[in-house]
Nanobody, 121 residues
């Protein structure tokens, strides 16, 4: 069974950093682009970063560009999201998911449980 499990969320002060991890099981991660999405209370889910299967192409919306960095280690079956200079508006549940990539990216896989990120003083 294909599964992605997120971890690494928590409570952080504005300006702080967190690194999220997304571990794959039940399939070969190497073949798939992966994206990170987030959902804040009362808002629609939005994409925050995507990475191609070998890591050569990445996508970031303007809201996180320069602050977030996506990377992957296919040998460890893990995709990471390094988040720096966090803002209160970055608060939400963060999910990783299989995506299709073009000029941006959109989810094509199933959603997991996600990991909560709260940015607050």
């Amino acid at each position: 069974q294909m599964q992605l499990v997120e971890s690494g969320g928590g409570l952080v002060q504005p300006g702080g950093s967190l690194r999220l991890s997304c571990v794959a099981s039940g399939f070969t991660l190497d073949y798939y682009p992966i994206g990170w999405f987030r959902q804040a209370p009362g808002k629609e889910r939005e994409g925050v970063s995507c990475i191609s299967d070998r890591g050569g192409t990445t996508y970031y919306p303007d809201s996180v560009k320069g602050r977030f960095t996506i990377s992957r280690d296919n040998a460890k079956k893990t995709v990471y999201l390094q988040m720096n200079s966090l803002k209160p508006e970055d608060t939400g549940v963060y999910y990783c998911v299989l995506v299709a990539m073009g000029s941006s990216c959109y989810p094509i896989g199933s959603w997991g449980q996600g990991t909560q990120v709260t940015v607050s003083s």
